[in-house]
């Protein structure tokens, strides 16, 4: 598995030096923003505490002194015995009217959409709780009316909504500053202890008007009594100054202390069924006085929390400034610094990472090409050197532009190597067709002086094996670039160029014919296709079983002349059909080293010497099928139709055919052992050749209409039968005049001195061809051997 380090490798350099640079950049904005967002919130938090304080300030205190005042009547209402008239009853009723504006006024606040964004969710459920204790006091109200509750319950009644908005209060959040914090909370403790001590009065009003302490009524009141002075006691332990010095005068005052007594009188002679032991009158002359004394002191603490609250935000505000805006112009400096310099950096190194990429790939690439096609370079001038400053990335340029100089260097050293070497391949290659040319030419010496058949047959596969020899020296001439000595200067038939190809494979015993209409092929390309087919249909055996055939196959075709061979082999991947048709279409480089190939290559160097296409394609046979298609400039002579003959017509083109086959050297008689005997095939329609024309020249050999089939041909001392040489061929590829006749280039008069009786290999060819032809038609009219028993008779048409 590939460490991260390698995945980093890959990357491009602007990705490099942006990584390079985004964390420090990140963490600066990472800090900015925690920053900001601190202040942000502490900034938050008094914009939230503004909002709900307009809920929870004025108005929840004016619910809940409404609700007390409402609950000391409803006590005084149900200790009088509810009766319709008195003042008791009137005085509730307009109490309850005014409970009703003051939940209406606070039902709208707290249905405010920016007072529910404001509080976090907890105190929304508070809030709706509290919402629900109103509503459920309508129905309580009825109960009270209709006397079934007593007065303990109807406490609980006012009891819970109060609560309700106590426990809300709790849930408030704070602010970041904690004496602000404290001293909120301070305020909702002393209105607590306020509402316990509206608890008292309204307990002791309804015992005054009834008389007596009812079931508990004595203990409530004394538990009452003891959580209001607990509350305080918690409350002003720890009052700041300011609250300390307006909580001071209201302890030391009257009032204070008369209620203080007045509750130990309770505390100590309060008893079940027992009568208040105070004066109603005092109690109510000292709690009014005393309540109106912690309202204020609730009031004018809570201005000055105000106060102190001035500062806080003044303080906050300025921190809210110094992270935001300081901070944002170190972050943008930042960034800009970055964007610079990393900009700088990545222009930098890609220019000089393109100039090196334009070197490898296109310069170096256009040098050698230039190299190729033999033109003369300056090296100073190709490689200019990279001028990318003095500092690291100039020196790398510089290291770049050392490296430029040498490729370039080695680039010229390696094209005068390549030159050297065609010129090694053209003078090995000239001085072996040389060699061979003899070869072929004592050969044909030797054929005709051997009368024993299976010598003549040894001589025979040692002239074909030459032949396949001076095509493999051709090799070596296109691999040079350069041209082969062979070439004609008139249209040749493509029968004759394709039966010109087969002679020069190894297994040609094993090619089959198909139809091949008649056409012809320019002068100039028939060396090269000749030479073209043989290395196709070689490589056609080679890759096919040996009791299998290769068949050949041509048409005419609006883009040119189509020749089919199609083996029955093992065939080739798709993949390597694709690769092998991409390298016939666009021929690569020659490289020494992917020698298996060089047939591949020597093919496409010759299609696209002559624009002709080659195509590969796989085989219904399960073998490969390849196509070449010869364009229409190099096609003269073509027909569409063939020529209608009569049988006899038919079976005199079949001889000639045959006859044709071996002076072309693609029959070849074997005395002495016959291939292996194929398994069965399908039989194979030979479309009969229309005859070629009797030439318009003087030759120096008989018209094939002039040879006789009878039987009584003009025979020899041997008795062999005469043949009359060329009489079948093809007036292109008749003997020239001696003035015209060339071999690979050579004047044949200039050749003759090399050779015997001033003979050409292919003169001396041709006679023992036709040598051989008459040795089989001899032996075939003395009877001694059928055309069922003999291996190289030619296929009949069906």
Same mark, same amino acid.
């Given at each position: 598995?590939?460490?991260?380090?390698?995945?980093?490798?890959?990357?491009?350099?602007?990705?490099?030096?942006?990584?390079?640079?985004?964390?420090?950049?990140?963490?600066?904005?990472?800090?900015?923003?925690?920053?900001?967002?601190?202040?942000?919130?502490?900034?938050?938090?008094?914009?939230?505490?503004?909002?709900?304080?307009?809920?929870?300030?004025?108005?929840? #205190?004016?619910?809940?002194?409404?609700?007390? !005042?409402?609950?000391?009547?409803?006590?005084?209402?149900?200790?009088?015995?509810?009766?319709?008239?008195?003042? #008791?009853?009137?005085?509730?009723?307009?109490?309850?009217?005014?409970?009703?504006?003051?939940?209406?006024?606070?039902? !709208?606040?707290?249905?405010?959409?920016?007072?529910?964004?404001?509080?976090?969710?907890?105190?929304?459920?508070?809030?709706?709780?509290?919402?629900?204790?109103?509503?459920?006091?309508?129905?309580?109200?009825?109960?009270?009316?209709?006397?079934?509750?007593?007065?303990?319950?109807?406490?609980?009644?006012?009891?819970?909504?109060?609560?309700?908005?106590?426990?809300?209060?709790?849930?408030?959040?704070?602010?970041?500053?904690?004496?602000?914090?404290?001293?909120?909370?301070?305020?909702?403790?002393?209105?607590?202890?306020?509402?316990?001590?509206?608890?008292?009065?309204?307990?002791?009003?309804?015992?005054?008007?009834?008389?007596?302490?009812?079931?508990?009524?004595?203990?409530?009141?004394?538990?009452?009594?003891?959580?209001?002075?607990?509350?305080?006691?918690?409350?002003?332990?720890?009052?700041?100054?300011?609250?300390?010095?307006?909580?001071?005068?209201?302890?030391?005052?009257?009032?204070?202390?008369?209620?203080?007594?007045?509750?130990?009188?309770?505390?100590?002679?309060?008893?079940?069924?027992?009568?208040?032991?105070?004066?109603?009158?005092?109690?109510?002359?000292?709690?009014?006085?005393?309540?109106?004394?912690? !309202?204020?002191?609730?009031?004018?603490?809570?201005?000055?929390?105000?106060?102190?609250?001035?500062?806080?935000?003044?303080?906050?505000?300025?921190?809210?400034?110094?992270?935001?805006?300081?901070?944002?112009?170190?972050?943008?400096?930042?960034?800009?610094?970055?964007?610079?310099?990393?900009?700088?950096?990545?222009?930098?190194?890609?220019?000089?990472?393109?100039?090196?990429?334009?070197?490898?790939?296109?310069?170096?690439?256009?040098?050698?090409?230039?190299?190729?096609?033999?033109?003369?370079?300056?090296?100073?001038?190709?490689?200019?050197?990279?001028?990318?400053?003095?500092?690291?990335?100039?020196?790398?340029?510089?290291?770049?532009?050392?490296?430029?100089?040498?490729?370039?260097?080695?680039?010229?050293?390696?094209?005068?190597?390549?030159?050297?070497?065609?010129?090694?391949?053209?003078?090995?290659?000239?001085?072996?067709?040389?060699?061979?040319?003899?070869?072929?030419?004592?050969?044909?010496?030797?054929?005709?002086?051997?009368?024993?058949?299976?010598?003549?047959?040894?001589?025979?596969?040692?002239?074909?094996?030459?032949?396949?020899?001076?095509?493999?020296?051709?090799?070596?001439?296109?691999?040079?670039?350069?041209?082969?000595?062979?070439?004609?200067?008139?249209?040749?038939?493509?029968?004759?160029?394709?039966?010109?190809?087969?002679?020069?494979?190894?297994?040609?015993?094993?090619?089959?014919?198909?139809?091949?209409?008649?056409?012809?092929?320019?002068?100039?390309?028939?060396?090269?296709?000749?030479?073209?087919?043989?290395?196709?249909?070689?490589?056609?055996?080679?890759?096919?079983?040996?009791?299998?055939?290769?068949?050949?196959?041509?048409?005419?075709?609006?883009?040119?002349?189509?020749?089919?061979?199609?083996?029955?082999?093992?065939?080739?991947?798709?993949?390597?059909?694709?690769?092998?048709?991409?390298?016939?279409?666009?021929?690569?480089?020659?490289?020494?080293?992917?020698?298996?190939?060089?047939?591949?290559?020597?093919?496409?160097?010759?299609?696209?010497?002559?624009?002709?296409?080659?195509?590969?394609?796989?085989?219904?046979?399960?073998?490969?099928?390849? &196509?070449? %298609?010869?364009?229409?400039?190099?096609?003269?002579?073509?027909?569409?139709?063939?020529?209608?003959?009569?049988?006899? #017509?038919?079976?005199?083109?079949?001889?000639?055919?045959? %006859?044709?086959?071996?002076?072309?050297? &693609?029959?070849?008689?074997?005395?002495?052992?016959?291939?292996?005997?194929?398994?069965?095939?399908?039989?194979?329609?030979?479309?009969?050749?229309?005859?070629?024309?009797?030439?318009?020249?003087?030759?120096?050999?008989?018209?094939?209409?002039?040879?006789?089939?009878?039987?009584?041909?003009?025979?020899?001392?041997?008795?062999?039968?005469?043949?009359?040489?060329?009489?079948?061929?093809?007036?292109?590829?008749?003997?020239?005049?001696?003035?015209?006749?060339?071999?690979?280039?050579?004047?044949?008069?200039?050749?003759?001195?090399?050779?015997?009786?001033?003979?050409?290999? #292919?003169?001396?060819?041709?006679?023992?061809?036709?040598?051989?032809?008459?040795?089989?038609?001899?032996?075939?009219?003395?009877?001694?051997?059928?055309?069922?028993?003999?291996?190289?008779?030619?296929?009949?048409?069906?």
């Amino acid at each position: 598995m590939r460490s991260p380090s390698w995945r980093i490798r890959t990357w491009s350099i602007r990705a490099k030096i942006i990584t390079l640079l985004l964390p420090p950049l990140a963490s600066l904005v990472v800090m900015w923003v925690f920053a900001t967002t601190l202040t942000a919130g502490d900034t938050a938090e008094l914009l939230n505490s503004q909002t709900y304080f307009a809920l929870s300030g004025k108005p929840s #205190e004016n619910v809940i002194v409404a609700l007390q !005042r409402e609950r000391m009547l409803t006590q005084v209402y149900l200790a009088s015995g509810r009766q319709e008239g008195r003042p #008791e009853t009137t005085a509730l009723n307009e109490q309850r009217a005014k409970v009703d504006e003051v939940l209406t006024d606070f039902r !709208r606040r707290a249905a405010d959409n920016n007072l529910q964004d404001a509080i976090p969710e907890v105190s929304r459920g508070r809030l709706r709780e509290v919402i629900n204790q109103f509503d459920q006091l309508a129905a309580d109200r009825t109960r009270i009316t209709l006397g079934q509750i007593d007065r303990a319950e109807a406490m609980d009644v006012y009891n819970w909504p109060i609560d309700a908005i106590y426990h809300w209060y709790d849930s408030l959040p704070g602010i970041s500053n904690a004496q602000l914090t404290r001293n909120a909370l301070i305020v909702i403790a002393t209105s607590r202890g306020r509402e316990q001590l509206a608890r008292e009065d309204a307990m002791i009003n309804g015992v005054a008007t009834a008389g007596k302490f009812q079931k508990t009524e004595s203990s409530d009141l004394i538990a009452t009594i003891g959580a209001k002075r607990n509350v305080y006691a918690d409350a002003t332990y720890d009052l700041p100054k300011g609250g300390q010095a307006i909580w001071d005068p209201i302890v030391t005052s009257d009032s204070y202390k008369r209620v203080q007594d007045l509750e130990n009188k309770i505390m100590s002679d309060a008893r079940a069924g027992a009568g208040l032991p105070i004066d109603i009158n005092a109690w109510r002359d000292a709690y009014d006085k005393l309540v109106t004394q912690l !309202r204020n002191f609730d009031l004018r603490f809570g201005e000055v929390i105000v106060a102190d609250a001035g500062p806080v935000a003044t303080g906050i505000l300025l921190r809210v400034i110094g992270a935001g805006v300081l901070g944002l112009i170190a972050v943008v400096l930042s960034i800009l610094l970055s964007i610079r310099i990393g900009r700088s950096l990545i222009r930098r190194l890609v220019g000089l990472r393109q100039d090196a990429q334009d070197l490898a790939d296109v310069r170096l690439p256009a040098l050698v090409a230039k190299l190729r096609h033999g033109e003369k370079i300056d090296v100073v001038t190709a490689a200019p050197p990279l001028e990318w400053g003095t500092d690291e990335i100039g020196k790398v340029g510089n290291a770049f532009s050392a490296v430029q100089r040498t490729a370039v260097e080695s680039a010229v050293h390696e094209a005068q190597l390549r030159q050297g070497l065609n010129e090694v391949f053209l003078n090995i290659a000239r001085r072996s067709q040389t060699l061979l040319h003899r070869q072929l030419g004592l050969l044909d010496r030797m054929e005709r002086r051997t009368t024993d058949p299976e010598e003549l047959e040894d001589l025979f596969r040692v002239d074909h094996l030459a032949t396949r020899m001076r095509r493999h020296a051709e090799d070596l001439v296109i691999l040079a670039g350069a041209a082969p000595g062979r070439g004609w200067r008139h249209p040749v038939p493509m029968v004759d160029v394709i039966r010109g190809a087969v002679s020069e494979v190894e297994d040609y015993v094993r090619v089959g014919f198909l139809a091949l209409p008649e056409a012809s092929l320019v002068g100039r390309a028939v060396a090269d296709v000749i030479h073209l087919l043989a290395e196709v249909i070689e490589n056609a055996t080679a890759y096919s079983p040996p009791h299998t055939r290769v068949q050949i196959s041509g048409q005419l075709v609006p883009n040119g002349y189509a020749i089919e061979i199609e083996d029955r082999g093992l065939g080739m991947a798709p993949e390597a059909i694709e690769d092998a048709n991409q390298r016939l279409a666009q021929p690569p480089d020659f490289d020494p080293a992917n020698s298996a190939r060089l047939g591949l290559f020597v093919v496409a160097l010759l299609a696209a010497r002559h624009g002709v296409r080659v195509t590969l394609r796989a085989s219904a046979y399960g073998g490969i099928t390849a &196509v070449v %298609l010869v364009p229409p400039h190099l096609i003269t002579g073509a027909s569409h139709e063939l020529t209608a003959s009569t049988p006899a #017509e038919e079976r005199q083109a079949a001889e000639e055919t045959v %006859l044709e086959l071996e002076a072309a050297d &693609v029959i070849r008689p074997t005395a002495v052992a016959a291939p292996p005997t194929p398994e069965p095939q399908p039989v194979e329609y030979v479309v009969p050749l229309p005859v070629a024309p009797a030439p318009t020249v003087p030759v120096q050999r008989a018209p094939v209409e002039d040879r006789d089939d009878s039987g009584d041909a003009d025979l020899t001392d041997d008795g062999l039968p005469r043949r009359r040489r060329q009489a079948s061929l093809a007036p292109q590829l008749r003997e020239r005049p001696e003035e015209e006749r060339t071999v690979d280039g050579i004047p044949a008069a200039q050749f003759a001195t090399t050779t015997v009786g001033g003979r050409s290999p #292919e003169q001396t060819r041709a006679m023992m061809t036709s040598l051989q032809a008459g040795f089989t038609k001899g032996r075939r009219d003395a009877g001694q051997i059928t055309p069922g028993d003999d291996p190289n008779a030619p296929e009949r048409d069906a």
